[in-house]
Every structure is written in structure tokens, then in C-alpha cells.
């Protein structure tokens, strides 16, 4: 039986080391460690850095992508010396593949079809050589790779055919990319398997028997008349199919057995949160009239009614419903407001003047953030609660995407509250789960900041600062929570990773929030597409690096 060590040359030798050298680093030294490949590094950041040192990558705190790693390492020495360069030139192909359809299945469909979204073919890492070794198994055959574990089948099956070679190629890729977990890269590396067999297959003269002849040798079974070169190719094609269709298995079985009642997941307070007695997150819902206002109550209706289920009886989540505008102006507020007169909803209309700022968005969100920071609650179902900890800004037209959309939402909410601590106000800045004005989730300490700078923005003389040009409000609270506005503060540092980068902002990779006023637009004559921003649309901000992503 062939041992691990025949066929080991130079070239061999010095892959084995610099891949234990990386994984053994990342260990000792994780900062020194190279950043693991995604398509989002060239997409956005052009950064193709991570793309050409991928190989040498790892994740230490990952035991089984260092698991992976270790058969890497063992296999790398049984490749032939002349497979070296190739299996890196193979990298490269795979790694542009997923950029492709990275960038297919997320920005160009996102929009266009949202139904073929998927957040993981743009976030999914890799890293090793465990996708160029799946392509070089599957094109060229388990020889000599794998002749050291050939012992376990019977000499005429090895020989003859095949069939244990092909099940053992099989086993070892379906290995290497369930220890990886990373689905899309091998199913790159075994469409460009096939695609190599198939032009080998149309360039090669059949005559010619080549000593990386897919599969092995001749097959004794193959007529005189028949070539053994047309088989194996289709043998190698074969394999690639089977591997296709098995790289999904534990995904589909996962998601079924998923299936059925979950109950309703609640917003969990951090230990920066307990013993106190308010809530982590006010749901804020800002009204303001619309043409043929009174016959825009539905609308207001729906995205109350909407949040109501996940108001909670222990406090952690409030609603309440902000509007600055005059009461003859806006009748679908009070039609609300008596609507829903017995629900556990805050109900505030702010009617004071306001003779040096202009009437707007500017004034309206600053007006509502000042009330729901400064507020002492004498209105609120539960008397003497303190303001929330996190507050959400929900423009009147733009409902919750009923559970599933909840669930993103505690998402975000989990990693804001992560690792918070009394001390420190916040790990994160905020939120976003929808787009424009709404969805986003914003910790108290910056609300008098963002209502200063609305001010100053809505200010009849306004003392904007030379150079810093004026933007829309919802511009500007995302601005603050990316951490890109230099009147805000500058946020704390995150080590990036799969879930996204280093900025304030969580999102989800979806928008969980729908949007119905579209023909009922607060500014008169002004309508959009009914078919735009609706829920399961990507997140404007999904690819970014400056943002963390939670799935949904």
C-alpha cells in the first residue's frame, strides 16, 4: 500500500509547510493571519488582496474548517509535482466564478427578482485548497492523490473501473466542503470540473492516452472499437453531476426539519439592561398627512396593527405613533388614535410652533426624536417607565413582513445588545431593516445629537458648516449610524467577518418591512412604483463593508 510520503517532491514539500505555517499562525497570532476570500472584497472594495492569498487563509477558532485544513495538508502531499501551479491558476478561476455569481444572485437580482436572492453567495467565505483539490479530483481522478487509501478496496474495483475510485473522489469532496461549509465555492470549483473535462474532451485526439487521463487507466471492459478516453471523460462528468447534487443535502434536510410551529423569538435584554425597568426598544411611528388625508386612515391602520403582536407584556418593546402636525391637517391620526384607543400603543401629537425652522422632514423627525428622549411618559400604558434603550424609526406607510420580518429584527436587535455593558452605552451605533426613513434602529444617546443636526438643518438661517453639503433627513441619520457624518461621533472598531464589517451598523440582508403608501405620498403629486421596496427586496446596504449583515 502507497504511504503519504511516495510521491512528495520539492514543490509538495513547500505547499504542506506554508499551509501549516498559515493555520499554525493563525493560531498563535490570529491578527497576523491573511482575510478569508468573499466576492464582496472586489464587488465593493476592490480589494482583490483576500482573492490572491486565500489559499493560505484560516479561521482558527473554526474547528472544523481546521479540521479541513489538515486533510488539506495531506493531500497537498501526494499532488503531482506538475499540479502545483495549476491547482493555483484553478483558485483563481473559482474565486472570479463566485465573484460572477455573487454579484448575480445578490445587487442584480436583489431588485429584479428578489425571490432568487441569496445572501450567502456573496458572504460565504473560503479559504484553502480544498475547492482546487475538488477541481483537480474530479477532472484528472483519485491518482495518485489518493492511491495511499486505496487499500481499502479490493485490487480488481480499484483497478478496473472504477467505481470505487469515483465514490472515493465523491467522499472526499463532499468532506472538504461540508468541514468548509462553504457550498457555493465547491459547486464553482465542480462547474469548472466539468467544464474542463468537456473542453479536454473536444481538444483531445482520442488516440492518445495522457498520464492525466481522467480516472485512471484503460478500462479492460471497453471494446477494441471503443475509446477509453470517451468514457473517462464521461465518468469524470458523471462524478461532477453527482457532487452537484449532494452539495445541497444538508442544507435541504436542515431546512425541513426546521419545519413547523416556532414560537414567536422576543427581544432578550443584555446584562447592561437588567434591573432596569424600560424597554429596549420603542418602535417609533412618524405620521404626517397626506393628500385626501382622511382616506389615508388604512394606511396608518395597517402599519399599527402590523407591530402590534410583538408588543410584549413584559416591557421590552413599546409603539408609539409622533406627529407634529395640526389636528384640522391631519384627520387619519385621530381616526387612529380612537382605533386604537384600548391597544397598548403611545399616541402623541407635538403642536407647538416653530417661527425660525422650516415646516418639513427636517423639523418633523427632529421634533419626534426630542419627545420620545425627553419625555417623562404620564401618557404611557406603563406610568414612571424610562425611555427605551434603542428606538426604531417607522415611517406610517411601511408595516412589518408579519413574523419573518420580527425575527429580523430580533436578529439585529441581539448583535446591537451583544457584549453591552453599563459602562459603555453601546457596542454598536444602530440598526437598519428597511430603507429611506424607516427601519432604523438608533440608541438614545445619539437622538440629541441627530436632532441637533436636523435643526441645523431645517434652521430658516442655517448655520451649516463650510463644505458639508445638505442632505436629505434619512441620509442623515444613516450617515451618523454608519459612522461617516462628522457631526456625529466616531464609532467603536469591529473585527470584521462573515456576518460583514467593522461600522456601527447592522442590517438585515432583506428589507423585513413593506411599503403600501406608495400612491399616497405625503407630497402632493408625487407617486411611486407599488411593485418597489416591498418585503424579501435586498437591503440597499447588503455588500457593503462598512456594515454587519444578519441573515433572514
Known amino acids: 500500500m502507497p504511504s503519504l510520503w511516495d510521491a512528495t517532491s520539492l514543490q509538495n514539500a513547500f505547499l504542506a ?74 483558485w483563481i478561476g473559482i474565486a472570479l466564478a463566485r465573484t460572477l455569481t455573487g454579484f448575480l444572485f445578490t445587487r442584480s437580482v436583489g431588485w429584479a427578482y428578489p425571490r432568487l436572492f441569496n445572501h450567502w453567495a456573496l458572504y460565504e467565505t473560503s479559504s484553502g485548497i480544498g475547492p482546487t483539490l475538488a477541481t483537480y479530483l474530479l477532472t484528472f481522478g483519485a491518482r495518485p492523490t489518493l492511491d495511499f487509501l486505496r487499500g481499502s478496496f479490493k485490487g480488481r474495483y ?126 417609533l411611528v412618524l405620521s404626517f398627512p397626506r393628500p385626501n388625508d382622511a382616506g389615508s386612515t388604512p394606511v396608518l391602520s395597517r402599519t399599527i396593527s402590523s407591530y402590534l403582536p410583538y408588543i410584549n407584556d413584559n416591557g421590552t418593546t413599546s409603539l408609539s405613533v409622533f406627529t407634529h402636525a395640526q389636528q384640522a391637517h391631519h384627520p387619519s391620526f385621530e381616526l387612529a388614535k380612537k382605533e386604537f384607543r384600548e391597544a397598548p400603543v403611545v399616541f402623541h401629537a407635538d403642536r407647538d410652533s416653530h417661527p425660525d425652522e422650516r415646516e418639513g422632514q427636517y423639523l418633523h423627525v427632529a421634533e419626534a426624536f426630542r419627545w420620545v428622549y425627553e419625555r417623562h411618559q404620564e401618557d404611557d400604558v406603563v406610568p414612571n417607565r424610562a425611555p427605551a434603550e434603542w428606538v426604531m424609526l417607522v415611517e406610517d406607510d411601511f408595516p412589518l413582513c408579519g413574523e419573518w420580518g420580527w425575527r429580523g429584527i430580533v436578529g439585529v436587535m441581539r448583535m446591537l445588545e451583544d457584549k453591552r455593558t453599563p459602562s459603555a452605552s453601546m457596542g454598536r451605533w444602530g440598526g437598519f431593516v428597511g430603507t429611506g426613513g424607516s427601519g432604523l434602529i438608533i440608541h438614545r444617546s445619539v437622538l440629541p445629537i441627530l436632532t441637533h443636526v436636523l435643526r441645523i438643518h431645517a434652521s430658516m438661517n442655517s448655520p451649516l458648516p463650510h463644505g458639508i453639503p445638505r442632505r436629505p433627513p434619512d441620509v442623515i441619520i444613516q450617515d451618523c449610524l454608519l459612522g461617516t457624518d462628522p457631526l456625529c461621533p466616531a464609532y467603536h472598531t469591529f473585527m470584521s467577518n462573515s456576518i460583514g464589517g467593522s461600522s456601527g451598523l447592522v442590517i438585515t440582508s432583506r428589507l423585513v418591512m413593506d411599503h403600501i403608501g406608495s400612491d399616497k405620498s405625503t407630497a402632493a403629486g408625487r407617486a411611486y412604483s407599488p411593485e418597489k421596496w416591498r418585503c424579501g427586496w435586498r437591503h440597499p446596504f447588503h455588500g457593503l463593508q462598512e456594515v454587519a449583515v444578519v441573515p433572514v
Not at 501526494?78 to 499540479?83: E, V
Request: hydrophobic share 45%.
Open 17 to 90: 509547510v506554508s499551509l501549516s505555517l498559515s493555520l499554525l499562525v493563525s493560531f498563535l497570532v490570529p491578527a497576523w493571519r491573511f482575510p478569508e476570500f468573499t466576492p464582496r472584497q472586489i464587488i465593493y472594495a476592490k480589494d482583490v488582496f483576500p482573492l490572491l492569498l486565500a489559499p493560505w487563509a484560516a479561521h482558527a477558532n473554526d474547528v472544523t474548517r481546521s479540521a479541513s485544513r489538515l486533510v488539506q495538508i495531506a493531500l497537498s502531499l501526494r499532488l503531482p509535482r506538475s499540479a502545483v501551479i495549476p491547482c493555483y491558476v484553478y
Open 158 to 283: 480499484w483497478e478496473s473501473g472504477s467505481r470505487a475510485e469515483v465514490l472515493l473522489v465523491i467522499c472526499t469532496c463532499m468532506v472538504l466542503c461540508w468541514l468548509d461549509r462553504a457550498p457555493w465555492t465547491y459547486a464553482m470549483a465542480t462547474l469548472l470540473s466539468i467544464s474542463l473535462t468537456i473542453w479536454r474532451t473536444l481538444t483531445a485526439s482520442p488516440s492518445r492516452e495522457s498520464p492525466n487521463v481522467p480516472f485512471g487507466g484503460f478500462d479492460p471492459q471497453c471494446s477494441s472499437n471503443s475509446s477509453p478516453f470517451l468514457r473517462r471523460p464521461r465518468t469524470s462528468l458523471q462524478a461532477g453531476v453527482l457532487v452537484l447534487l449532494i452539495i445541497p443535502l444538508p442544507y435541504i434536510l436542515g431546512f425541513l426539519f426546521r419545519l413547523g410551529y416556532h414560537p414567536i423569538p422576543r427581544i432578550a435584554p443584555s446584562s447592561a439592561n437588567f434591573g432596569n425597568h424600560h424597554p429596549l426598544l420603542e418602535i
